[in-house]
């Protein structure tokens, strides 16, 4: 008995329904392809994290301390207004100097000394003669006065009124030149003294003790300046 070759007439494949199937899917496709290029254009136009900053540039200086506060910035020297060398008024040999560098001195403060031994010992010389001038001066003014009331009462001759007037008037005149010897001396013995003219601090020491001083470098090995000082207050 022969078997019956099925009907396959019958299958028919249906095109329209696939060709409509794709076609959907194509609009859905293209639909959310337009939304995600949206959100990604959205996002790179309105994100919040992705704002650009202004960027400012400026030079960068290596400042010390204390200059960032200043309005006015300078190269210079500070120096004293008010400075000086001192020097020694007389020629001799230093045997004092009392300061260094950096030491702080007074007005009228002696800062150094010059040999005066020989100056100490004529002035003593002269205030001993003036203390024996004047001594001497009791005794003939005494005798001058005395010649004269003798004189007045005829009792005494005009040549020695003369004589009793000359040795007092001598006198005095050596009192005059003893005392203007005294003054000389004494003068002599403070330009041996090296003082500070004014309130300073020490800034260099330019001699030292043994060394001969002269006010106007009188030799090869004498100093002129002995200390410079200068007043800080006057920055």
Known sequence: MEKQKPDLSALKINRDSKESLSSGNKKVLYLVGII????????????PFSVTQE???TTVVLQKPGISSASLNASGYVVAQRKAAIASKGTGRLVYLGVVEGDHVKKNQIIARLENDD????LDEAKANLLLYE??????????EREKDLFNK????EQNLELAEANYKRLLA???????????????????IIRSPFDGTILTKNAEVGEIVAPFGGGI????????VADMNSL
């Open 119 to 122: 100056i100490i010992a004529q």
């Open 36 to 47: 995600i290029l949206l959100l990604i254009v959205s996002i790179v136009l309105f994100n």
């Open 221 to 228: 090995n004498s100093k002129t300046a002995v200390v410079t």
């Open 135 to 144: 001594a001497d001066l009791v005794s003939l003014k005494n005798n001058f």
């Open 174 to 192: 050596s009192i005059e030149i003893v005392k203007a010897r005294i003054k000389q001396l004494e003068v002599a013995l403070e330009n041996t």
């Open 55 to 57: 960027v400012k540039l």
């Open 154 to 157: 005829k009792l005494s001759s």
